[in-house]
Each structure stands twice: as C-alpha cells, then as structure tokens.
C-alpha cells in the first residue's frame, strides 16, 4: 500500500490548509485512514482518524478547528485546518491501518512520507 500525501505549505495564523491523502496498492479491507503530526523534538501525536464507517476521533486540541473527510471510493482521506496556530507547525503523516487479506484477523499499518506544514504568528 502507498499513501501520497499533499497539501502542506506555509500559512498564517487563522488561516486554512487542506491536505489530501490517497491510497493505492494492495487495499483490501481499510479500519481506518487519518492524520498525525510530529513536531521538532516532540513525539508523534495523533491528529484524527476516520473509520470506513464514518466514526471519527480526533485530539483534544484539534477538536472544532479540524475535520477528517474521507471519500471511501476513492481511498483518499482530507484533513481540513482551520484557525491554524503556530503550535500546528509539524510535519502531518497520513496513515492507514487495514486487515490482512490472507489471514482476515492480522492488522497492518502504514505511513505516507509526510509533508510540511508550518503556521506564522
């Protein structure tokens, strides 16, 4: 499975980014496709992720300024960021975790190369 991962770039604080995530390759069952984040020094947090079903889970401090669509038939998922705050600069991973289609138990994940997103003061 590769994830492409864009979108990412230089915004003000307030301002919005929209970045995209496809997949493609060996797909067979997806739980679920989102985001994390990981700034300079700091570990790697979760940012929201969204189920095939539509559940969604999101950080505390992404909670109103951040949403997570997804267009299942097209295996890509969105993270819309609005009111974006210096604190958000990092570098947002796409990820994806799906069954294994030979054993249908086993559970694989997977990682996009990352892409920069850097919010001004």
């Known amino acids: 499975v590769q994830l492409q991962a864009s979108g990412g770039g230089l915004v003000q604080s307030g301002g919005s980014l929209r970045l995209s995530c496809a997949a493609s390759?060996?797909?067979?069952?997806?739980?679920?496709m989102g985001w994390y984040r990981q700034a300079p020094g700091k570990q790697r947090e979760l940012v929201a992720v969204?189920?095939?079903?539509?559940?969604?889970n999101y950080a505390d401090s992404m909670k109103g300024r951040f949403t997570v669509p997804r267009d299942n038939a097209k295996n890509t998922v969105y993270l819309q960021m609005n009111s974006l705050k210096p604190e958000d600069t990092a570098v947002y991973y796409c990820n994806l975790v799906q069954t294994d289609a030979v054993s249908r138990s086993a559970v694989l994940e997977y990682w996009g190369q990352g892409t920069q997103v850097t919010v001004s003061s």
């Open positions: 390759g060996s797909i067979f069952s997806i739980n679920t």
């Open positions: 969204i189920s095939s079903g539509g559940s969604t």
